[in-house]
C-alpha cells in the first residue's frame, strides 16, 4: 500500500448510455457491480479511498457498504453526494475534497477491469501523471501532444488541427495530482464551455501554462476500458472472464471449453478440480477436488471430493462432501455426506448421511407454505424412487423406504417404512371404459 496516496473515484454519473434504471455502476461484472472493482483494486494502494456520488447516491453507497462495511467504519472509504446543480462536471466533482496524502489519483468508476498493479505505475515526481493510450487510431478520442518526454498539449477532437488528428496518443481518463497542486487550482476551474461544466481536463492545462512537469503514462487500452453501454458491458465481462479463468487454469483445474464457463468474482477452486463445459459458478461457491459436469450451476455452496450433474443445481447454503450427484438434482441448504443422488431428485433444507442411497423422483417436502423445515436422514438408508418426505421428519440409520411412499412421521432405525394403497385389478374394464370387445 502506498503511504502517499489518497484515492478519488467519480461515480456521479448516470449514464443514460446503458438504457437503464440501475446506476451505471451498479451494473454487474462477474457478479459484482462495476464500483466494486474500482474500490476493491484502490484499497490495495490506500487508506484514503473517496467515492463521488450523484445520481442515485443512496442506492450506490447502500450497495457499497454491502460489500465494504468495514473499510467504511474505519474510514478508509468515504462517501461525497457531488453539488452537480452548482458544480457539473468531472472537474467539480472532485470540489470539495481534501485528500489526506500527498498524491492524489483520480479514477473514473465504469472502468471494472482497471488493476491496482496498473495503478502502481502512476508513481512519479511530476506535478500531474496522465494516463494515455497509444492507439491505431485515436478517433473519437481527445489527443495529446508529447515533446521530449512530457505532455505540451491536450486538446478535444472537435478542436483538433488536421496534424492533431493524426496523433495516435490518446487521452485515457486517469490522473494523479499533487495534492497541493489540485487543492489549489481546483477554485479556479470555470464553466466557460458549451456543457456548462468544470473540467479536470482544465487543470492539465493550467499545469502546461505554468510550465510545471506533466509526464504521461502509457497504459493498457484493455485495463483502463470504459463501459458506457451495454455492449461495452458484454465486451468488460468477456475480459473479466478471461482473468478469472486464465488464473484457476494456471493453478490446476481443468476446464473444457472454457470459453462455455462463467464463473463469478468471489469464487473458489482448490485441488485436482475439473469443469465441464457449460457450467456456472456463483457467489461464493467454492470447489475442493471435484468434478462439476456439463451444464451444472453450483451457486454460494461448497463442494468437497464430489461429482454433481451433469445439468445439476446446487442452490445456496448447500455442502456435499464424498457425494454423488446425478443430473436433474437439485439441492438447496442441503449437507449430503457420502450420499448417492442419482437423479430427478429436489434435496431442500435436509441433512443426510453416509451410505445413504436416494432414488430417483425423492423431493424433500420442506416448506408448508408459511415456514422451512428440516429433514434428517442418517446413515445406510435406502430410499426408493418417488418418495415424499414431509419435514420435519428424521430417518434414523439403517432405514428401507419403499418405493412410492410418503413419510410423515419419523422412521426408526432398522425400520421398513411403506405407504402404499393395496393394488386392486378389475378385469376386462378396459374394453368396458372404451366400449371395446375382447
Known amino acids: 500500500m502506498k503511504k502517499n496516496l489518497s484515492i478519488i473515484i467519480l461515480a456521479a454519473g448516470a449514464g443514460t448510455r446503458m438504457k437503464s434504471s440501475l446506476p451505471k455502476v451498479l451494473h454487474k461484472i462477474s457478479g459484482k457491480p462495476m464500483l466494486y472493482y474500482s474500490i476493491l483494486e484502490s ?9 463521488v456520488l450523484y445520481h442515485q447516491a443512496s ?11 468495514e473499510e467504511v467504519d474505519t474510514g478508509k472509504i468515504t462517501f461525497v453526494i457531488q453539488d452537480h446543480k452548482n458544480y457539473p462536471g468531472t472537474g467539480g466533482a472532485v470540489m470539495g475534497i481534501t485528500p489526506k496524502h500527498e498524491k492524489t489519483l483520480v479514477l473514473n468508476a465504469d472502468m471494472p477491469l482497471i488493476q491496482a498493479s496498473e495503478l502502481e505505475k502512476f508513481e512519479s515526481d511530476a506535478v ?4 494515455v493510450l497509444e492507439l491505431e487510431s485515436a478517433d473519437g478520442y481527445g489527443r495529446v501532444v508529447i515533446e521530449n518526454g512530457s505532455v505540451v498539449k491536450i486538446v478535444e477532437q472537435k478542436d483538433a488541427s488536421e496534424s492533431e488528428l493524426s ?12 495534492t497541493q497542486f489540485l487543492l489549489q487550482n481546483l477554485p479556479k476551474l470555470n464553466n466557460n464551455n458549451a456543457q456548462k461544466e468544470y473540467y479536470i481536463t482544465d487543470l492539465v492545462e493550467m499545469a502546461i501554462n505554468a510550465n510545471l512537469s506533466l509526464k504521461p ?21 468477456v475480459i473479466h472472464q478471461n482473468r478469472i479463468k486464465h488464473e484457476f487454469l494456471k493453478a490446476g483445474v481443468i476446464m473444457r471449453l472454457p470459453d462455455t464457463i462463467y464463473i463469478e468474482h468471489g469464487v473458489e477452486i482448490e485441488g485436482e478440480s475439473v469443469l465441464e463445459n457449460g457450467v456456472t459458478l456463483l457467489e461464493n461457491a467454492k470447489i475442493i477436488n471435484s468434478h462439476i459436469k456439463t451444464n451444472s450451476m453450483v451457486q454460494d455452496s461448497v463442494i468437497e471430493n464430489s461429482d454433481v450433474g451433469p445439468m445439476a443445481r446446487i442452490r445456496p447454503g448447500s455442502y456435499l462432501k464424498n457425494t454423488h450427484i446425478g443430473n436433474f438434482v437439485e439441492t438447496k441448504k442441503a449437507h449430503l455426506t457420502g450420499v448417492k443422488a442419482g437423479h430427478l431428485s429436489y434435496l431442500g433444507d435436509c441433512e443426510i448421511n453416509e451410505g445413504t442411497n436416494i432414488g430417483c423422483g425423492t423431493i424433500t417436502c420442506n416448506y408448508d407454505g408459511i415456514n422451512k ?24 440409520d439403517d432405514v428401507l423406504i419403499a418405493a412410492g411412499s410418503t413419510i410423515t412421521r419419523n422412521v426408526h432405525k432398522g ?3 411403506i405407504t402404499r394403497a393395496p393394488l386392486k385389478i378389475i378385469a376386462g374394464y378396459f374394453y368396458k371404459f372404451f366400449g371395446k370387445k375382447q
Do not use: R, W
Request: hydrophobic content about 45%.
Open 415 to 417: 425400520s421398513l417404512a
Open 373 to 396: 423445515h428440516k429433514t434428517i436422514i442418517g446413515k445406510n438408508v435406502f430410499v426408493g424412487s418417488d418418495t415424499q418426505l414431509v419435514a420435519p421428519v428424521t430417518i434414523e
Open 217 to 237: 503514462l502509457i497504459v493498457s487500452e484493455e485495463n483502463f476500458k470504459g463501459v458506457n453501454s451495454k455492449v461495452e458491458l458484454s465486451q468488460a465481462e
Open 167 to 178: 496523433i495516435c496518443t490518446a487521452n485515457a481518463g486517469i490522473y494523479q495530482f499533487e
Open 128 to 131: 500531474i501523471v496522465m494516463s
Open 43 to 51: 484499497l490495495k494502494l490506500s487508506d484514503d479511498v473517496t467515492v
Open 59 to 69: 442506492l450506490v453507497q447502500k450497495s457499497m457498504e454491502s460489500y465494504f462495511k
